[in-house]
């Protein structure tokens, strides 16, 4: 029988890659090799395209987990060598092995899974950020990282202030580490702007959507950061599902669970979107009628943050998508 489709299973780890090569039939009937190993770096990537002898009349896809760092030096030659890549999230992989109901986990056999699932499931094709947003998403998270120090150290201070017999000493050297984050968050924001001006297109784009009460340059950046200027997103239900805000349901028969943020996404989506969801909840008309009705509602102030924050996101897409900008007594704006 022809073989229609071929994936590779690649199980990636500091060091070393583990291979597997699927193959499907037109009667659907799957094969697949003995793994092999190579080594994470250039030569090793080398040897398993050699090893993979591709056919240009076959349809061949890599997949690999989205592992910590690992997997982007493999996933960006992979890119520049024009060979089709599909990088999936671990909670994707661990229930499509759930499902097998397989009770053996090494390398090999990750990497087998991986090639099982490329020839079961039509997956999405991963492409390559281009260098400037690469670049921004460093930055912005860099940012977002050195923030969170600064409010350590800063509760820390308050701590050792109201603490009795603390040493002045160990309050001047938290006030020294508070003013060197403090400069570092300028500079940090400082470069940020500066890659955005660099592309006009990008910049008006953002002025656009820094129109929107309650969302600053910062917060839009992250966002653009996290879903490379939202080429990522086909539609606004993937974005949401992409964030971890979309809504998880747990009923069944007379049962009626709690129904909460499934929170399966990217965390760095959801942190930017606290301050601004709650200065939106206050200063945005819409978005305060909108949470104030909800309160009414389910008296839970967490619950209607959550919920302005996802309806920031969603404004955000669709204004970045019409390239417009925000517009108050637009009662089309006011997205569910």
């Known amino acids: 029988m022809k073989i229609v489709k ?26 697949f090799s003995k793994s092999k190993k190579f080594t994470n770096c250039e030569d090793g990537f080398k040897e398993m395209l050699k090893w993979v002898k591709i056919e240009k009349e076959e349809e061949i896809v890599f997949i690999m987990e989205a592992t910590g760092v ?11 060598h024009d060979q089709k890549l599909c990088v999936l999230l671990p909670n ?16 090999s056999q990750d990497a087998r899974l991986l090639s099982q699932l490329g020839l079961e499931r039509k997956l999405s094709y991963w492409y390559m950020p281009s260098k400037m947003m690469r670049e921004i998403k460093f930055l912005s998270r860099e940012y977002r990282e050195t923030k969170a120090k600064l ?27 508070i003013s060197l984050l403090e400069t570092q968050l300028l500079e940090i924001e400082a470069e940020l702007r500066l890659q955005a001006m660099a592309d006009s297109k990008l910049y008006d ?16 950046i992250c966002i653009l950061a996290e879903t490379n200027a939202f080429a990522l997103v086909d539609n606004a239900k993937q974005l949401v599902s992409y964030a971890g805000l979309d809504i998880q349901h747990n009923q069944s028969g007379m049962k009626e669970g709690k129904t909460r943020i499934s929170k399966k996404g990217n965390s760095f989506i959801r942190n930017a979107l606290y301050m601004p969801a709650l200065c939106a909840s206050k200063h945005n008309p819409a978005m305060k009628e909108f949470y104030n009705q909800l309160i009414e509602r389910k008296p839970a102030k967490k619950i209607g943050i959550t919920a302005v924050a996802r309806k920031l996101l969603i404004l955000m897409y669709v204004l970045w998508k019409n390239d417009t900008e925000f517009n108050p007594l637009f009662e089309q704006q006011k997205v569910a």
Request: proline share 2%; charged share 20%; glycine share 4%.
């Open 151 to 177: 409010v350590q150290m800063k509760n820390q201070l308050h701590a050792r202030h109201h603490s009795y017999g603390c040493p002045k000493s160990v309050e001047r050297r938290l006030k020294k580490q």
């Open 6 to 31: 071929q994936c590779i299973g690649i199980d990636v780890s500091k060091d070393a890659l583990d291979c597997c090569i699927g193959s499907i039939d037109s009667n659907q009937n799957q094969s």
């Open 205 to 220: 784009k953002i002025v656009s959507l820094s129109t929107i009460p309650g969302v600053s340059f910062m917060t839009i």
């Open 92 to 107: 994707k992989v661990k229930y499509f092995a759930k499902s097998l109901n397989l009770k053996t986990k090494t390398d």
């Open 70 to 80: 690992y997997y982007e030096n493999l996933a960006y030659w992979l890119n520049h």
